[in-house]
C-alpha cells in the first residue's frame, strides 16, 4: 500500500484525525532539493504517556486502553518501519518493586506489537525517583541516537534529573553529538518533556532546555517529538518545530485554561475522547514529517 | 591658622554626625519585609495561601523537612530549591495583584503533581 493509499485508507477508516505538517516550505525543499537525494520515505508511530499503573475516575478502563492502543497499532495496513513510547510509561510509585513490576508488565503488553524495533525513553514518572536506574534495567538507556534512512535521531533525557535538567554532561554529549552531523543534517529530536517554556507554571518546561534548543539551532532541518502536557500542541522555537503527542491515560487541559493541571475528567458518552497515538510521516528529502493523530479506538 | 584648623575639623565632625544621625534615623524609618515561613512536606505546602500586598516587599523561608523540594512561582520568575537541613530564602517586591499558581518542580514522589499553592496578591 503506497503512502498515499495508507494515509486514505486512515480517513475512510475513521482512524485519521487531523493531519499535521511539519517542514520546510516549498520554496526551501525546492531549492534544498538537488543536493538531497538520495533520501527514501518512511513513517514511525509515537504513543506517549501510557501512565501503565494509575488507577482512577479519570480512565475506567486504565488497565485496557495500553492493549487497545496496541491492537489499533498492529491493525495499522502497512507496518510503520519503527515505534517509539516517549516517556511516562508507568505511573509513578514510591516503591521501587512496585515500580520495576509495572515496568515489567508494560513491557509485557507492547511486546504484543508486531513491529520491531521498538524504542523507549523514560517519563519524570518512570525516572526522576531514581534517576532512571529502573528504567535502564528494563529498556537500556535514557539517552542515545540512531540513524535511519538518512535521518539522525537524537533521544534526550530531561527526565532522570528530578529537577528536570538535561544537565551539562548531556549538553555536552549533544554538543559533541551535532559536531559530527552535516549543517542540513535531518535531525529528530525526541524527548518527554517540552524544551521550550510552555508552561512553566504547571512544570511543563525543562529548566535548561533553551540551551539544547541554542546547540540544535545551527541546523536548519531539526524537528522536536515530545510527550508530558497528554495532548496535542504545536509550536515553533525559531526554524526548530516542536509537536506534543496525545496520552493514552488521560488529557490534561489547555495550558492556563482551569486553576489546576488536572486531568479531564471521563466521559462515558466519548469513551477515550483525547487519547490517541499518532503517525508521523518522515520525507527527509523535503526535510517534512506529516503528522496524523489516531484515537485508540476507531471513531 | 592653628584655631581656624581646628574649628573647621570640628564643624566638619559635627556635620558628620549630624549626616550619619539622619542616615541611621532613615534607616530605622525602613519597616523589615515581613518574612512568611513556609513548609514543603511531602506533597503539600503549609500554608498552601500565601496573602502579600502590591509593592510589599517580603521574604519567603522555606523549609522541607523530608526531601528536596522546589518552589516555582512562573509569574514572578522566582524558584529555588529546598534542601532539608537548610532554609532557602526568597526576597521579592510582587509589582501586580492577582492570584498566582506556584508549584513543587522538584520530582518528590507520587503526590508530586498535586503539590502546589497559591499567592495572593491584593
Known sequence: MSRFDRRQFLQLAGFGGAVWVSGLSAEVCAADAPKATGYDDFYFVQLSDTHWGFEGPPNPDARGTLPKAVAAVNAIPQSPDFIIFTGDLTHT???PKERRKRMGE????????KVKPVRFIPGEHDASLDNGKAFKEFFGPTNYTFEHK?????VLDNVSDPSARLGDEQLAWLADDLKMQPQDARIVVFAHRPLFDLYPQWDW?????AKAVELLMPHPNVTVFYGHIHQEHHQMTGHIAHHSAKSLIFPLPVAGSQPKRTPLPWDPAQPYRGLGFREIEAEPRKAEYVITEVPVQRA | MVVDTRRRTLMCAAGALALSSVAALTLAAEPKPRAIKVVAKKFEFVPSE?????????????TAPEVTMGFNLADFKLRTDIVPGQVATLE???????TFTFLCDVF??????????TLIVS
Open chain 2, 92 to 98: 521579592f517586591t510582587p509589582d501586580k495583584t492577582g
Open chain 1, 106 to 113: 508494560f513491557r509485557d503488553i507492547v511486546s504484543e506489537l
Open chain 1, 205 to 209: 518546561a525543562t529548566r535548561d532546555g
Open chain 1, 93 to 95: 510509585t514510591d516503591d
Open chain 2, 108 to 117: 518528590c514522589g507520587k503526590g508530586h503533581e498535586d503539590m502546589s499553592g
Open chain 1, 150 to 154: 538518512g535521518v539522525h535521531f537524537i
Open chain 2, 50 to 62: 500565601i496573602h502579600v500586598t502590591h509593592g510589599e516587599t517580603v521574604i519567603l523561608q522555606f
